[in-house]
């Protein structure tokens, strides 16, 4: 049986680790094919690497060795077709694979929009993805005086501290009215501003791009801001989301089921016999009545990768989506996010609380029966297992308040006090 992964990111490369666990090399061959790195690397990592923190080598969490003991082959290039009748993959060289069983796990690249003045740039213009966009960062930040970042997520704030650890006069342009309102309510989005700001950042909100501008050899010189403001600068970093990279898929020989993402079912079979999908270039079609799942995050990746494989593998794999959970940092605030927080049916209360001076803050919120749906924590790390565990056990408020310290995860960095908080409940 030969099982082929297109892209060998957290989902391809969970796959292809997952079903060697269970079937030995004379049982199941295994080929990874990948057009960004010849191995698997943490794309989470790619701001330490930038910041000088980490070598490229240790971006990868596998030492290379793993891939020729484990048996997996590993092929650089791009898939240009897909015949899934005759089972058979056409690469850009021009080789001819052929499958028993294929993964389409080619992740997602950079959501962009035609800005006037796009079509002149012919340099400076940076995302935050890939190893090449870390490359054509590292190779433009010694040229740079100031940088400007569009868009309020996770990858445009990593891309504003790196850009700040090497010097630059940074402009931060979100245009929502507080700091990333699709995870924040207004009391975090507003901190998350002003620690942003703390760090030498021009951080504008409501405020967006218009146009670009470039020199005479088409690099970046300016950009125009809709409220008709000129920023010079010599870097633009575009960080407004990302999309599934499936648009080649729609002109291969046998195209798969495609919206935004490609279409898979809840055994991550998409409409064609033996491929399969999984990671941030799919989207899960859970109930017929509803838009389709997409999970763009790294850990929902990595299970789909998992779960994906076992379902090559003939397990019977019924996809229920888990407790949402997500972390980062901005800057130095450590963030956790553990269930519902937002979007939530009138009568859902919360339970905010900030500690006074400091940017630590958190977030609980419970339903009308009072029993905690989510965490919103801020300035602090937390175990998002216990909290998670919380959420399933349907615990009460007052369970959780008396509990809380059982869930904090930074001892060893110093626990935060929990009694020295103010306190308030909010209707949302």
């Known amino acids: ?54 070598r490229r080598r240790d971006l990868e969490p596998y030492e290379r060795e793993v891939y020729d003991r484990q048996q997996i082959e590993r092929i650089e290039a791009q898939v240009v077709d897909l015949d899934a009748e005759s089972k058979k993959l056409t690469l850009d060289d021009g080789r001819v694979i052929t499958f028993d069983r294929c993964l389409l796990a080619v992740g997602a690249g950079p959501r962009m929009i035609d800005f006037q003045g796009l079509d002149d740039v012919e340099d400076g213009l940076v995302h935050f993805v890939s190893l090449q966009d870390l490359d054509t960062c590292e190779r433009l930040t010694w040229s740079t005086d100031h940088a400007v970042v569009v868009g309020g997520g996770l990858i445009g704030v990593e ?139 790294w850990y929902a990746a990595r299970r789909h990768g998992e779960l994906a494989a076992r379902s090559m593998l003939d397990d019977d794999i019924s996809y229920e989506p888990p407790i949402f959970y997500n972390s980062s940092k901005f800057f130095d605030i450590e963030y956790t996010t553990v269930g519902e927080v937002q979007d939530l049916p009138a009568g859902t209360n919360t339970l905010y609380r900030r500690k006074p001076d400091a940017a630590v803050s958190q977030r609980i919120v419970v339903d009308g029966d009072n029993c905690v749906l989510g965490f919103s924590m801020l300035g602090s790390r937390w175990d998002h297992t216990v909290l998670t565990r919380w959420i399933k056990e349907n615990r009460s408020l007052d369970f959780v308040r008396r509990n809380l310290p059982d869930a904090q995860f930074d001892v060893e960095f110093g626990r935060v006090d929990l009694d020295s908080f103010n306190e308030e409940m909010r209707t949302l």
């Open 1 to 54: 049986m030969h099982y082929v992964i297109v892209g060998n990111g957290v989902a391809g490369t969970r796959a292809a680790m997952t079903i060697r666990q269970r079937h030995e090399p004379q049982q199941a061959r295994i080929t990874l094919i990948s057009d960004e790195s010849p191995y698997f690397f943490s794309r989470t990592a790619l701001m330490y690497a930038y910041m000088d923190q980490l």
């Open 159 to 297: 891309l504003v501290e790196c850009f700040r650890h090497h010097g630059l006069q940074v402009t931060f342009l979100v245009r929502e009215p507080y700091y990333w309102p699709a995870a924040f309510a207004e009391e975090e989005g507003q901190m998350i501003s002003e620690h942003i700001r703390s760090h030498g950042v021009d951080l504008c909100h409501e405020t967006q791009l218009a146009s670009i501008e470039t020199d005479s050899r088409g690099r970046v010189s300016a950009v125009v801001t809709e409220d008709d403001e000129q920023i010079q600068c010599q870097m633009l970093g575009i960080a407004i989301g990302v999309v599934p990279r499936v648009n080649w898929l729609r002109d291969v020989a046998t195209p798969p089921a495609i919206g935004a993402g490609l279409r898979v079912n809840r055994a991550f079979e998409t409409s064609l016999p033996g491929v399969y999908g999984a990671g941030d270039c799919i989207e899960i079609e859970l109930d017929p009545k509803k838009e389709p799942l997409h999970e763009p995050i």
